[in-house]
């Protein structure tokens, strides 16, 4: 058990990791890995709290909340998920509060606020993207990657070449300098 101690894992077991346990959602649950239906449920159950009747007739909501349970094994795993990674760095004595990242401060400046801001602006479109896409980099990039999708390998195509653009244009080859 060795292994769990170390700060980075070898990308071989993840990988091996992730794809045993897609094997199992699509096994016992009859559904993909992914996380971005997760929010709508979220969405849904706060607002029902006020509105119930609303949120039932609502098509997008009464999909997620009417025809499925609420809180369900993927609403599980996003809650599992931040718990496994600071268990993980636990265990690798790897945790340090990092409010802004070195590389984010030499490009950006040292303020919480711009990055906080930058950082929830990027999650709200990187989410609204995933919706409008019918799923997440989890759901397309593992889950139909496995199933041999053309749409989940284009996402991922995109999504990965997207990814490498977006960094040399904020960062620049010197960036890699200041992580």
């Excluded at 060795?2 to 016992?28: C, D, E, H, K, M």
């Excluded at 706060?46 to 009747?53: G, I, K, N, T």
């Excluded at 496994?84 to 790897?94: E, N």
């Amino acid at each position: 058990m060795n292994w769990l101690r170390q700060p980075r894992w070898s990308p071989y077991l993840v990988g091996a990791g992730i794809g045993v346990l897609s094997w199992i959602t699509f096994g016992l649950m009859g559904k993909a890995l992914g996380t971005s239906t997760t929010l709508v449920r979220w969405a849904g159950l706060l607002e029902a709290l006020v509105d119930r009747q609303h949120v039932t007739a609502n098509a997008y909501y009464a999909k997620y909340l009417v025809s499925e349970p609420a809180v369900d094994w993927q609403m599980m795993l996003v809650v599992g998920l931040p718990i496994g990674a600071l268990i993980s760095a636990l265990l690798s004595r790897s945790y340090r509060v990092e409010r802004v990242p070195k590389l984010w401060e030499w490009r950006f400046g040292p303020s919480r606020a711009k990055r906080y801001a930058w950082a929830f602006l990027g999650g709200a479109l990187l989410l609204f993207g995933a919706r409008l896409a019918g799923g997440c980099t989890s759901g397309h990039g593992i889950s139909g990657g496995l199933q041999l999708s053309v749409g989940s390998w284009l996402f991922f195509a995109a999504f990965f070449s997207t990814g490498v653009i977006a960094a040399f244009v904020l960062f620049g080859k010197e960036g890699r300098n200041h992580v």
